[in-house]
């Protein structure tokens, strides 16, 4: 079973709303680190924003921030104000335990941004 | 800002050849890795290092061989090249100690096809 698991493949949204792309996980650790990358066009992949999971409160930079209801496993990325630059693929991945430096990937979801 | 590079950019190779793809990271990180991304898929792990010397197998280690000589270069080597190899390639660094800066930076990926 994948450790990491987007279901939306894609996603179109008008500039300027608000989109929420969805994430679930799958680990036996209680401690565990959970991220976001984007990558663009050029193929580019960066990092946006992270969620520890011993931190009830809810990460956010910028225009993204994530929903983290650790009890349904899940951690939602919301991009607020969309831009036509935003237009990417985005990843979510999970490290867990203090440890294990095992990073996993979900398989990506595609935004697409229109004016 | 934490650089990673990796050479070459494109690589078209023979069916049973052998192939080195090099990464060479500026970020003294002891963390790297190598994923594969295939349509459709996200980043699945081939092999990552937590320092020079060490290499561990990650998800889909089959066909490939990693070496870690030093703290900046991770090489993925296929000793025996198949066109199921072709594929994008991305080497990342991350120093998962540094816990309140945790994360991954990305090379620009080797476009690899196998003839």
């Known amino acids: 079973a994948q450790k990491v698991t987007q279901t939306q493949t894609s996603i179109s949204v008008v500039e300027k709303t608000t989109v929420t792309m969805d994430c679930v996980y799958e680990t036996r650790d209680s401690s565990y680190f959970l991220f976001w990358y984007k990558q663009t066009a050029s193929g580019e992949i960066v990092f946006l924003i992270r969620?520890?999971?011993?931190?009830?409160e809810n990460a956010t930079v910028g225009h993204y921030s994530l929903n983290f209801q650790k009890p349904k496993s899940s951690i939602g990325l919301i991009i607020t104000a969309t831009q036509i630059e935003d237009s990417a693929v985005y990843f979510c991945?999970?490290?867990?335990?203090?440890?294990?430096?095992?990073?996993?990937f979900g398989d990506g979801t595609q935004l697409v941004v229109k004016p | 800002e934490a650089a990673v590079t990796q050479s070459p950019r494109n690589k078209v190779a023979v069916t049973g050849g052998k192939v080195t793809l090099s990464c060479n990271q500026t970020?003294?990180?002891?963390?790297m890795y190598w994923y594969r991304q295939d349509t459709g898929h996200g980043l699945r792990l081939i092999h990552y290092s937590y320092g020079a010397g060490s290499t561990e197998k990650g998800d889909i280690p089959d066909g490939y061989k990693a070496s870690r000589p030093s703290q900046e270069n991770f090489s993925l080597i296929l000793e025996l090249a198949t066109p199921s190899q072709t594929s994008v390639y991305f080497c990342a660094s991350g120093d998962e100690g540094q816990i309140s800066n945790e994360r991954l930076f990305f090379g620009h990926g080797t476009k690899l096809s196998v003839l």
């Open positions: 970020n003294n990180h002891n963390n």
């Open positions: 991945a999970m490290r867990e335990g203090w440890s294990n430096n095992r990073i996993f």
């Open positions: 969620q520890d999971s011993y931190k009830k």
